[in-house]
């Protein structure tokens, strides 16, 4: 299989692409990056998600294979989130990213405003 060529319109990388780079997509990276978490955990650790869009999240970052969910045999039932290592992979360079954004965000943040009218 060759690389994928997220220029070109019909390149199914760009729907990876898409998922991992969405807010939620990163954030769930990002949280799952150093350890697993039910998703109960997840959404108290990202500020903001819904529920609704947390389990879209997930269900297509799980459809790319880069987490995995283990639905556990206990009372009350209870569903498990880890990385895969595929996703070990991603959430790396995505920290590497978020990583820049939150150092980078005083400039930024005078960038934006030095540009308003």
């Not at 199914?12 to 807010?23: A, D, K």
């Not at 997509?25 to 990002?30: E, I, N, R, S, Y």
């Not at 799952?32 to 879209?56: K, N, P, Y």
């Amino acid at each position: 299989m060759r690389r994928g060529e997220l220029l070109v319109a019909t390149c199914p990388s760009r729907q990876v692409l898409q998922h991992l780079t969405s807010r939620w997509g990163v954030l769930v990276l990002l949280v799952l990056e150093t350890r697993m978490h039910r998703f109960s955990a997840l959404r108290r650790a990202i500020g903001g998600v819904s529920e609704r869009m947390l389990a879209q999240t997930l269900q297509s970052l799980e459809g790319d294979g880069l987490v995995d969910r283990t639905a556990l045999d206990v009372v009350p039932p209870h569903v498990e989130y880890r990385l895969t290592p595929l996703g070990l992979e991603a959430a790396e360079k995505v920290r590497g990213l978020a990583d820049w954004i939150e150092t980078s965000l005083p400039r930024i943040l005078q960038a934006q405003t030095d540009r308003r009218p």
